[in-house]
């Protein structure tokens, strides 16, 4: 596996890798809704897509690198184009349905991503925070600047349609870095939280939530006022998006077992409380086959990750996995709740 990795790591650093990733970037680009990278098809859209991709197979769990790897070797070209695009493709689309409930949550995963994989950044991550500064000293303060009217401080040298390009926005990074350090006359490591309420303070247009969004009831709750009201304490179990999240959990749960039919109910517990395989849930369920009890799996697991995408700690790309057990045992306990009411 570590030589695998080894090589992985030479070819995404090499130009055929770069060369590779930008043939993948024009062919996804043509996949995705029109807009989504800014101007469709202009260079700027896809230099911004080729730095994303980049990022997005750089943090591929260890087996999927594996096996593109394997694929190069294989000389299975055509095969690995089409499978890394069709990954990236719903990655991206995954984002975009996150983005349009919290533009504000979405535009905080997108920094730390970027912050996280620049060369010239120190980028420190915890459980309930992250932090960077753009300098080559070490450094132990931290400044959170959370209680600042950012709208008093100078503006970005970007403008709002910069916003979604990943050069603009480390630009935006290490000038609000370098502000921070004259208002508190020290270099420190500066929330990235910060970061970002100060680029939505000056582009308020990139955080609000949209008005057909405003007053949906299910909509998940990311405004910062609810972040500024809890304490950062690195003793938190989890990150305060997270937080809202964990609270939220019996309400998820209920509304996903509300959802389902009797048989998926059913199936739910017998798949994850007593773990059965599904020829052996189709026989307690009566159904005629396996497939006929993985037909009904799949609609539920799809309705289970419906939700997953668009809750911080559930959703695929920051998925806390304390996070994602509890909220599997509720929605098993949801699932007998209804059944059991059902029954009397």
């Not at 029109?34 to 997005?56: C, K, R, T, V």
């Not at 991503?113 to 120190?122: F, G, K, N, P, R």
């Not at 989890?238 to 048989?263: D, R």
Request: with cysteine.
């Amino acid at each position: 596996m570590a030589a695998a990795d080894d090589r992985f790591q030479e070819w995404l650093h090499s130009k055929p890798g770069l060369d590779f990733l930008a043939l993948c970037a024009r062919r996804a680009l043509r996949q995705l809704p029109e807009g989504m990278y800014g101007l469709d098809h202009s260079s700027d859209a896809l230099q911004d897509m080729i730095h994303d991709l980049w990022l997005f197979v750089a943090e591929l769990a260890p087996d999927k690198r594996q096996d593109l790897v394997l694929l190069a070797e294989q000389g299975e070209g055509s095969k690995l184009v089409s499978i890394l695009i069709r990954l990236f493709v719903r990655s991206c689309l995954e984002k975009r349905r996150t983005s349009a409930h919290s533009p504000w949550h979405a535009l905080y995963r997108r920094i730390r991503s970027l912050l996280s994989q620049a060369s010239e950044i120190i980028y420190h991550s915890e459980p309930t925070q992250a932090w960077y500064a753009w300098t080559d000293q070490h450094t132990a303060n931290k400044e959170h600047l959370m209680d600042q009217n950012f709208t008093s401080w100078p503006p970005p040298p970007i403008n709002a349609q910069e916003v979604t390009s990943s050069e603009s926005l480390l630009r935006a990074a290490c000038f609000f870095w370098n502000q921070a350090r004259e208002k508190t006359g020290r270099a420190s490591l500066i929330s990235v939280r910060s970061l970002t309420n100060y680029l939505g303070a000056h582009f308020p247009e990139q955080t609000r939530t949209p008005v057909a969004y405003a007053n949906d009831p299910n909509r998940p709750d990311f405004s910062e006022e609810s972040f500024g009201d809890m304490p950062e304490d690195e003793s938190w179990e989890h990150a305060p998006e997270h937080m809202i999240t964990s609270q939220k959990l019996p309400e998820l749960a209920a509304g996903f077992a509300a959802a389902l039919s009797t048989v998926q109910q059913e199936l739910w517990v017998m798949r994850f409380e007593q773990d059965l395989g599904l020829q052996d849930i189709a026989q307690h369920l009566g159904l005629r086959n396996a497939s006929g009890a993985h037909y009904h799996y799949t609609k539920a697991e799809k309705r289970f990750q419906d939700i997953c995408i668009l809750w911080p700690g559930l959703s695929p790309e920051d998925q806390n996995r304390d996070l994602a057990i509890r909220f599997l045992e509720a929605t098993i306990s949801a699932c007998k709740q209804q059944t059991q009411s059902r029954d009397e």
